[in-house]
Nanobody, 123 residues
Framework: QVQLVESGGGLVQAGGSLRLSCAAS????????MGWFRQAPGKEREFVAS????????YYTDSVKGRFTISRDNAKNTVYLQMNSLKPEDTAVYYC????????????????WGQGTLVTVSS
């Protein structure tokens, strides 16, 4: 049974930075695409970013392009989300996700979810 465990969330002022980490265990990490979704209070869960198994292709939702960077270290079975220039509208629970397809990941195709980590950006 694969498990994804996120860490790195917290409270930050607008304009600040955070780095989220997601550690995978329980199965081979490398062949799978990894991604991040987020869910703000009262809103649906939405795709944020993904990275393919080799790390050679990345995808971002428009609202985070140029501010967020996704990366992965297959030797450590870990995927990261570096978040810079944070805005209050980035406040949400951030979820790590894994599927076989990657790209602009779909909620319906995600095979494994992490438990989520809260990011709060104050104005």
């Amino acid at each position: 049974q694969v498990q994804l465990v996120e860490s790195g969330g917290g409270l930050v002022q607008a304009g600040g930075s955070l780095r989220l980490s997601c550690a995978a265990s329980g199965r081979t990490f490398s062949p799978y695409a990894m991604g991040w979704f987020r869910q703000a209070p009262g809103k649906e869960r939405e795709f944020v970013a993904s990275i393919n198994w080799s790390g050679g292709s990345t995808y971002y939702t428009d609202s985070v392009k140029g501010r967020f960077t996704i990366s992965r270290d297959n030797a450590k079975n870990t995927v990261y989300l570096q978040m810079n220039s944070l805005k209050p509208e980035d406040t949400a629970v951030y979820y790590c996700a894994s599927d076989r397809f990657g790209g602009y990941m779909s909620l319906r195709r995600v095979e494994v979810w992490g438990q989520g980590t809260l990011v709060t950006v104050s104005s």
